[in-house]
């Protein structure tokens, strides 16, 4: 937690006229953010059903005792949206801060505490959503209230949207609002969740912005065989055929490519790295060195392996009912997550000869999170975010990230804003305890936290506010 004065240093040294005049008790404010992230959790907007309506609810009465308005928008009267818009002069192109209000369930009997409480010990705030996504929610409804507090002059409206369904039902979220209620959300930058920090003795050694994310198109493999007594071999088992097409598509090596994300990411990472590390991501795309790299990712850090390609990987198989029956049919599922510019049909083809097998057939999922570009490293919003983050966290290196999950920036990326995701700084500890997103005891750090709700407001103070 930084306090006045500590800031008050910070902004003598910060050229940024715009800040000179907007002080922030981060103290007291932290404190308040606190509480609201606490209430936020007690709410079980638990996806599905979701009852997002009662956090929108809730967002909506805080915002109104600062005298801001917000309007609901829902194609579920149960599932609302909330939107909020500080009005600039207009000289510049909107903001728009998202944050979901849905969450993931729970398995409670795992959890030191009822996962909606929002327990508070030893610096912590634990609760399904204290990282995922009620944190943004709270950050961003925080900025707004900071705005109208200080009274900003902006030169561009700065707007909230608290949407719902991001956990696999966008229809009720983002897509109803870029489909039906684009005039109140469009904007020229988004910044919402899928950032994170990376803090290495007790300073933020990392800084994590997402600007870009692998897009889901998983795809059902459908075997077909003759059914029979499991007495008699046959050499059209539909278990047989599903095993063999699985495990032809898990060893697939799919082509490897960098795009301006994951280009810069290596080459900053090769930059801080020790050396035995740093010659991995020097030699990602030399030629000479390129697979034993990829092979040592595999190994040793998946995740890296990931993002340099469109990754197929088997999640469920569903096969047979008893033990001397041959099915007729035998069905997997394939997780694809595919590389942002990927051609989904080529690739689906390419599958296809992969598999090579006429009795199995693939069958896509609906496509629910459109193509899109990845944001740029090098227009003033990224480099706004890259500052702040240096003057904040002065260790830090900034590394652009491609998530291999998905959000419902990909929606509005789709529309042409450029979008990017921040997060709270954790320890290496902390990301391995298992206390993440979607984990169990589900936790964030309340400096880490307050950090991220600071880095925000100057952010969009210095994106946004009048000199
Ligand atoms: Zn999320």
Same mark, same amino acid.
């Given at each position: 937690?930084?306090?006045?004065?500590?800031?008050?240093? @910070?902004?003598?040294?910060?050229?940024?006229?715009?800040? !000179?005049?907007?002080?922030?008790?981060?103290?007291?404010?932290?404190?308040?953010?606190?509480?609201?992230?606490?209430? @936020?959790?007690?709410?079980?907007?638990?996806?599905?059903?979701?009852?997002?309506?009662?956090?929108?609810?809730?967002?909506?009465?805080? @915002?109104?005792?600062?005298?801001?308005?917000? !309007?609901?928008?829902?194609?579920?009267?149960? !599932?609302?949206?909330?939107?909020?818009? /500080?009005?600039?002069?207009?000289?510049?192109?909107?903001?728009?801060?998202?944050?979901?209000?849905?969450?993931?369930?729970?398995?409670?009997?795992?959890?030191?505490?009822?996962?909606?409480?929002?327990?508070?010990?030893?610096?912590? %705030?634990?609760?399904? #959503?204290?990282? +995922?996504?009620? +944190?943004?929610?709270?950050?961003?409804?925080?900025?707004?209230?900071?705005?109208?507090?200080?009274?900003?002059? @902006?030169?561009?409206?700065?707007? $909230?949207?608290?949407?719902?369904?991001?956990?696999?039902?966008?229809?009720?979220? /983002?897509?109803?609002?870029?489909?039906?209620?684009?005039?109140? /959300?469009?904007?020229?930058?988004?910044?919402?969740?899928?950032?994170?920090?990376?803090?290495?003795?007790?300073?933020?050694?990392?800084?994590?912005?997402?600007?870009?994310?692998?897009?889901?198109?998983?795809?059902?493999?459908?075997? &077909? #065989?003759?059914?029979?007594?499991?007495? %008699?071999?046959?050499?059209?088992?539909?278990?047989?055929?599903?095993?063999?097409?699985?495990?032809?598509?898990?060893?697939?090596?799919?082509?490897?490519?960098?795009?301006?994300?994951?280009?810069?990411?290596?080459?900053?990472?090769?930059?801080?790295?020790?050396?035995?590390?740093?010659?991995?991501?020097?030699?990602?795309?030399?030629?000479?060195?390129?697979?034993?790299?990829?092979?040592?990712?595999?190994?040793?850090?998946?995740?890296?392996?990931?993002?340099?390609?469109?990754?197929?990987?088997?999640?469920?198989? +569903? =096969?047979?009912? &008893?033990?001397?029956?041959?099915?007729?049919?035998?069905?997997?599922?394939?997780?694809?997550?595919?590389?942002?510019?990927?051609?989904?049909?080529? $690739?689906?083809?390419?599958?296809?000869?992969?598999?090579?097998?006429? &009795?199995?057939? %693939?069958?896509?999922?609906?496509?629910?999170?459109?193509?899109?570009?990845?944001?740029?490293?090098?227009?003033?919003?990224?480099?706004?975010?890259? !500052?702040? =983050?240096?003057?904040?966290?002065?260790?830090?290196?900034?590394?652009?990230?491609?998530?291999?999950?998905?959000?419902?920036? =990909?929606?509005?990326?789709?529309?042409?804003?450029? =979008?990017?995701?921040?997060?709270?700084?954790?320890? %290496?500890?902390? /990301?391995?305890?298992? $206390?993440?997103?979607?984990?169990?005891?589900?936790?964030?750090?309340? +400096?880490?936290?307050?950090?991220?709700?600071?880095?925000?407001?100057?952010?969009?103070?210095?994106?946004?506010?009048?000199?």
């Amino acid at each position: 937690m930084r306090s006045v004065s500590t800031l008050l240093f @910070l902004l003598l040294l910060t050229p940024a006229a715009a800040q !000179r005049s907007y002080l922030v008790d981060w103290d007291a404010v932290g404190a308040e953010a606190i509480d609201h992230l606490v209430e @936020l959790v007690q709410i079980p907007s638990v996806n599905p059903p979701g009852n997002e309506t009662e956090v929108a609810e809730y967002v909506k009465a805080v @915002l109104a005792a600062e005298g801001i308005e917000s !309007r609901l928008y829902a194609l579920d009267p149960a !599932r609302a949206n909330l939107v909020a818009r /500080i009005e600039g002069n207009g000289s510049k192109q909107p903001i728009l801060i998202m944050g979901h209000t849905d969450v993931v369930g729970v398995q409670p009997e795992k959890w030191y505490a009822d996962p909606f409480s929002g327990m508070r010990q030893d610096g912590y %705030i634990y609760g399904r #959503g204290t990282l +995922d996504d009620k +944190d943004n929610v709270a950050a961003g409804m925080m900025v707004m209230i900071l705005l109208k507090r200080l009274g900003v002059e @902006l030169d561009r409206d700065v707007i $909230f949207l608290a949407e719902s369904g991001e956990e696999g039902t966008p229809d009720v979220g /983002i897509n109803f609002m870029v489909e039906k209620h684009w005039d109140v /959300i469009a904007a020229e930058y988004c910044i919402a969740e899928g950032g994170q920090g990376v803090i290495r003795d007790g300073k933020v050694h990392t800084f994590g912005v997402e600007t870009t994310e692998k897009m889901p198109r998983r795809v059902t493999l459908v075997a &077909r #065989g003759t059914p029979g007594h499991g007495s %008699i071999p046959r050499l059209d088992n539909a278990v047989m055929i599903l095993a063999n097409a699985v495990a032809k598509a898990a060893a697939w090596q799919t082509e490897m490519r960098l795009n301006e994300t994951t280009e810069a990411y290596f080459r900053r990472m090769a930059a801080i790295a020790p050396p035995e590390e740093a010659v991995l991501y020097e030699n990602v795309a030399n030629p000479e060195m390129t697979d034993e790299v990829q092979q040592r990712f595999l190994e040793t850090f998946p995740y890296h392996y990931s993002i340099l390609r469109t990754s197929v990987v088997p999640t469920v198989i +569903d =096969a047979g009912f &008893r033990r001397n029956v041959i099915p007729s049919e035998a069905s997997a599922i394939l997780d694809i997550r595919m590389l942002p510019d990927e051609d989904v049909e080529g $690739f689906y083809q390419s599958l296809a000869a992969v598999i090579d097998d006429p &009795r199995v057939e %693939i069958v896509p999922e609906p496509i629910y999170r459109p193509a899109a570009p990845p944001s740029e490293i090098d227009n003033e919003m990224f480099q706004t975010l890259e !500052r702040v =983050a240096v003057d904040m966290y002065p260790e830090a290196t900034v590394l652009p990230i491609m998530s291999t999950g998905a959000t419902d920036m =990909a929606q509005v990326r789709a529309k042409g804003v450029q =979008a990017y995701g921040i997060g709270p700084a954790r320890t %290496i500890a902390e /990301i391995n305890s298992g $206390f993440g997103a979607h984990g169990d005891n589900e936790r964030v750090a309340e +400096d880490a936290f307050v950090s991220m709700v600071e880095y925000l407001w100057r952010v969009v103070l210095e994106m946004g506010a009048s000199d």
